[in-house]
């Protein structure tokens, strides 16, 4: 105030006329600089004491600011005195337990003595009541029980607990891996007994039960398999067998489809191009078919001829894990065989039946086969001692033709696999296939659902006929859906004559005598010659010694088709020929190559006697002969008491 006095008088002895003549600035008045932080501003000695001023009140507020501040620091210091020496005047009542707030909230809760408690929240990112279930794994052995599932159905949360495991810090973990988020003001400790505490008993005292199968394969009309099952699988699940099932989905589009079935259509027989396609078809659809009672009791059986790649049939039927070729074969222990179709689902089972075994192990081989036959085509459910229907279909790799009332027999030679489909197998077209069926099959669940359903109301007594014609459907929607004509494709113009194709695959007649007989019956039509060191050459000629018959393969083939033999039906008697030792190649496969004159004749060779038959004409004495002229008035006849042919002059 005193400054503020002296500054208004100071002011007051100034002249008038120093006002005008400065306008408030005096040329030779000296100057003042007022300096700060930031300032370097010139004043006069007026202004320098006001700014003094200024600064001394802002400094006055600046300590009274202070002073407030550490006077409410106090307060509050002393208020949190009072009150930890309030609680710490109760007594503790037990130890701190989850409670469930009014909101649902998980609170870590502490009772004290007089009855008064305190609450805290402990989770943030789960609310509401949880049920426990034990889970069951019907189709895993020795996970039955075992596992728990605490489930928070507000946020759809599992957490998945070992039974067998249940302690605090195992809780506390199973909880973390389900991702629950814990407040972490509370230590670890606190945590892990109060989880302890709370859950254990409910574990323990858990009765109700929610099965699982594991499996892959279609599930509430969704297709599962490794890739899709990871995507919510909750942490702490056992091994499941999807979880080995991967399936590829990086190959589609029209142009592989074609391609696919453009391999399919260039097998020789169109029975099996149908038979050969479903096959595959009715593995991946197994699942929706057994929900309508519908099943396969058929199941393929390849014959292999020749050096044929095993691979080939991995790469036409294998569903999951392509690139990674599983073969099941039948000459391991029957538990062995056991663990594994345990895992099929919604797939085809590949078997392959060595041959070269001894009669022990033949037998024992025969028998794992028999099992296997029957758990995927008979359903048989002690089989294998798996206690349930395996929904799958079968292939089986054979060099035998197989005499099972099941089996269809298919000769995989060159008719079969031809250079056209071999080409298509080794590329990314099956893969194509099986992800544009499912694909399809997802997107049209209730139409493909009411197909297998029409179909199971017409069951004609042949249900395996059934399921042909009901795969047939749904492939031939399938396809038009993608802008392709199934039948075209396949070169089977409408549909097929299912009555005449079952009986081509399934007619159990003996073929062999007719094949005999249509072999005799055609001889006069061709030139039969013996066969000796400096024979002549002549085409489509049969040769023959004391031992052995030959004929052309190309003369075999007219012969069966004049006579109105199915290709597969005399490659199959073949087979089995061979196997009798009656058929005689000359290596691998079926063949023999005769060099006769300097040339090379592919044909079959047979055993004379098996076209020989008593009191009958030798298969040599009936067909054409190269007669000199001066024969020409002989003729051939057979005399009973010898097996020797000879020339009688015409009387």
């Known amino acids: 105030m005193v400054i503020l006095q002296k500054w208004i008088y100071y002011n007051s002895i100034k002249t008038k006329e120093d006002m005008k003549m400065t306008n408030g600035f005096n040329p030779g008045y000296p100057m003042n600089t007022c300096t700060g932080p930031g300032m370097s501003i010139p004043v006069s000695e007026p202004e320098r004491v006001l700014y003094e001023v200024t600064k001394s009140n802002a400094e006055m507020v600046a300590a009274v600011n202070t002073l407030h501040n550490n006077t409410q620091k106090s307060l509050y210091d002393n208020q949190k005195l009072m009150e930890r020496m309030a609680r710490k005047s109760k007594k503790l009542h037990g130890k701190p337990c989850i409670m469930i707030g009014g909101n649902g909230v998980y609170c870590l809760a502490q009772l004290y003595d007089d009855g008064t408690s305190t609450q805290s929240q402990l989770i943030f990112n789960i609310t509401g009541e949880c049920d426990i279930y034990n889970l069951s794994f019907p189709k895993l052995h020795g996970k039955t029980k075992r596992y728990v599932a605490i489930i928070f159905m507000n946020e759809r949360t599992w957490v998945i607990c070992d039974k067998e495991k249940v302690t605090g810090i195992n809780l506390y973990k199973w909880f973390v891996e389900a991702g629950i988020q814990f407040d972490p003001c509370f230590k670890d400790k606190l945590i892990k007994e109060a989880l302890f505490d709370y859950f254990a008993p409910k574990i323990a005292n858990a009765r109700s039960i929610k099965e699982l199968d594991g499996m892959a394969g279609w599930w509430q009309s969704q297709w599962r398999y ?32 074609e391609k696919f079935l453009k391999g399919i259509a260039s097998i020789e027989s169109k029975h099996y191009r149908v038979v050969v396609l479903e096959t595959l078809v009715s593995g991946v659809l197994a699942n929706l078919f057994q929900e309508a009672g519908i099943y396969s009791n058929y199941f393929l059986n390849f014959v292999l001829i020749g050096r044929l790649d095993k691979e080939l049939f991995c790469r036409l039927y294998q569903v999951f894990n392509r690139g990674i070729w599983e073969i099941q074969e039948a000459n391991v222990r029957s538990k062995l065989i056991s663990d594994y179709v345990r895992t099929i689902n919604d797939e085809v089972l590949i078997v392959h039946v060595p041959s070269d075994e001894d009669s022990h192990r033949r037998k024992s081989i025969e028998r794992n086969l028999g099992d296997i036959v029957n758990k995927i085509c008979e359903r048989d459910c002690s089989s294998l001692n798996i206690p349930w229907k395996v929904n799958a279909s079968l292939v089986v790799l054979n060099e035998f033709v197989s005499d099972l009332d099941s089996a269809i027999n298919i000769i995989a030679d060159e008719c079969i696999f031809t250079s056209e489909l071999t080409d298509m197998l080794k590329g990314n077209a099956v893969d194509a296939f099986l992800y544009e069926l499912v694909t399809y099959v997802e997107a049209h669940m209730a139409e ?3 197909v297998i359903k029409k179909w199971s109301s017409n069951q004609d007594g042949n249900m395996s006929l059934v399921l042909l014609k009901a795969i047939w459907e749904i492939l031939s929607e399938f ?19 299912w009555g005449v194709m079952w009986r081509s695959l399934t007619d159990r007649q003996e073929m062999g005598e007719r094949m005999v007989k249509a072999v005799r019956s055609s001889m006069s039509k061709f030139y039969v010659k013996e066969k000796y060191f400096g024979c002549g050459y002549v085409k489509d000629s049969c040769y023959y010694d004391n031992e052995y018959f030959w004929i052309p393969i190309k003369v075999f083939k007219e012969i069966m088709k004049t006579n109105c033999i199915p290709s597969n039906k005399y ?60 024969e020409k008035g002989m003729r051939v006849v057979w005399h009973p008491q010898n097996s020797e042919n000879y020339k009688q002059c015409k009387h």
């Open 226 to 257: 490794a890739e899709w099952f990871q995507t919510f699988i909750p942490s702490g699940m056992p091994e499941l067998p999807v979880m080995d099932k991967h399936f590829t989905t990086e190959y589609r589009g029209k142009e592989l489809l």
């Open 448 to 450: 493909v659902r009411a």
């Open 479 to 497: 396809a038009r859906d993608k802008g392709i004509d199934l039948a075209a494709a396949l070169g089977i113009p409408g549909s097929p004559d």
């Open 571 to 630: 490659r199959e008697t073949l087979v089995k020929w061979k196997q009798q030792e009656l058929l005689l190649p000359d290596e691998s496969g079926l063949t023999y190559k005769l060099r006769v004159d300097g040339a090379a004749i592919q044909t079959y060779r047979f055993r004379k006697a098996l076209f020989d038959q008593p009191l009958f004409v030798p298969i040599e004495g009936l067909g054409k002969d190269e007669e000199h002229e001066s």
